[in-house]
């Protein structure tokens, strides 16, 4: 890593392929869940996105293997 004023910094923690995974499926389930004003749509939740995320990104590692 580099230096900041004379201390070194701290390294960071690899990306899981979960995490990649959970990160591209929670821009698919937040588009196809909210309006093109950016709310929710009706009788959507946050957990229900969420939910949605979870099991895209189970199914999308299990198909890379």
């Not at 070194?8 to 392929?17: E, L, N």
Request: hydrophobic share 25%; charged share 45%.
């Amino acid at each position: 890593q580099g230096t900041v004023g004379g201390l070194k910094k701290k390294a960071r923690r690899k990306k899981s392929a979960y995490s990649k995974a959970l990160k591209k499926t929670l821009r698919d389930a937040n588009k196809a869940m909210r309006t093109n004003s950016g709310k929710l749509r009706k009788g959507r939740t946050s957990s229900d996105v969420m939910k949605r995320a979870h099991k895209e990104a189970k199914k999308l590692l299990r198909r890379k293997k």
